[in-house]
C-alpha cells in the first residue's frame, strides 16, 4: 500500500511539473520573434512599394487584412490561417525565392496563432527619431532655411562635429 501512495506521489510531482514547465512558456511575441523572420524573409517582396499577392506584412494591421486572397491570419485557428499554409510543408510555396523558414520559426508563427496573435507592437517602433544630433563626416549641404514666424531664428542642421 505504501508502494502505491508513494508511486502516486511521485507520478503526480513529475505530473505537476511538467504542467509548470509547459505554463512557464513565454508567449510568442509579434514583434520580438515574428517580425525578424518576416524582415529577413518576406517584406522584400511584401511591402507598400512592392505588392506581390497584394500583401504587405510590414504592419500588424496590413499583416492582418492580408492580400488578394484575403486575411493573412486567424487568431486562434492556425489551419484556417494562410501565412501557416505557405510557408509550411515540403515544399513551402514562401518565401517565393531564397531559403524556407526552419520547422522552429513556422512553429513559432504556429503557436502565435494558437495564443490569440496578439500585436505587441510598441506604439514608436516606426518612428524614426535622433537620440542625440548627428555627427556629420563632412560639411552638410544646406538645401533650405527659414526664418522662424516671429524672424528671430534661422534654424539650420546641427552639426556638431566634421
Ligand atoms: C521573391 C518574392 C517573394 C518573397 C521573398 C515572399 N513572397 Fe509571398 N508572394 C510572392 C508572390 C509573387 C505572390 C503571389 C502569388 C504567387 O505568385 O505565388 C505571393 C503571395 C503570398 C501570399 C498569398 C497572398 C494572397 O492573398 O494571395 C502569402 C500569404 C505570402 N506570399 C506570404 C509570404 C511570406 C510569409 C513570406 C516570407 C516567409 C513571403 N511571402 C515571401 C512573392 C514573394
Redesign the pocket.
Known amino acids: 500500500m505504501n508502494f502505491v501512495k508513494r508511486f502516486f506521489g511521485i507520478a503526480l510531482c513529475a505530473l505537476s511539473f511538467l504542467a509548470n514547465a509547459g505554463a512557464a512558456e513565454k508567449p510568442v511575441s509579434f514583434y520580438n520573434d515574428l517580425v525578424p523572420?518576416?524582415k529577413r524573409?518576406?517584406t522584400?517582396?511584401?511591402h507598400p512599394g512592392k505588392l506581390?499577392?497584394?500583401?504587405d506584412?510590414t504592419t500588424y494591421a496590413a499583416f492582418l487584412k492580408?492580400?488578394?486572397?484575403?486575411a493573412?491570419f486567424k487568431a486562434g485557428e492556425p489551419t484556417n490561417s494562410?501565412?501557416i499554409e505557405?510557408?509550411s510543408g515540403d515544399e513551402p510555396?514562401?518565401?517565393?525565392?531564397?531559403d524556407a523558414?526552419s520547422k522552429t520559426e513556422v512553429a513559432l508563427f504556429t503557436r502565435w496563432i494558437v495564443e490569440g496573435a496578439r500585436d505587441d507592437t510598441p506604439t514608436n517602433a516606426n518612428s524614426f527619431k535622433f537620440t542625440e544630433p548627428p555627427t556629420y563626416a563632412k560639411a552638410p549641404v544646406i538645401s533650405a532655411l527659414a526664418f522662424s514666424p516671429d524672424g528671430k531664428q534661422l534654424p539650420c542642421p546641427a552639426i556638431t562635429k566634421f
Open positions: 523572420v518576416m524573409s518576406c522584400g517582396c511584401h506581390k499577392g497584394e500583401l506584412v492580408g492580400g488578394k486572397h484575403g493573412g494562410m501565412i505557405e510557408i510555396s514562401m518565401p517565393k525565392e531564397g523558414l
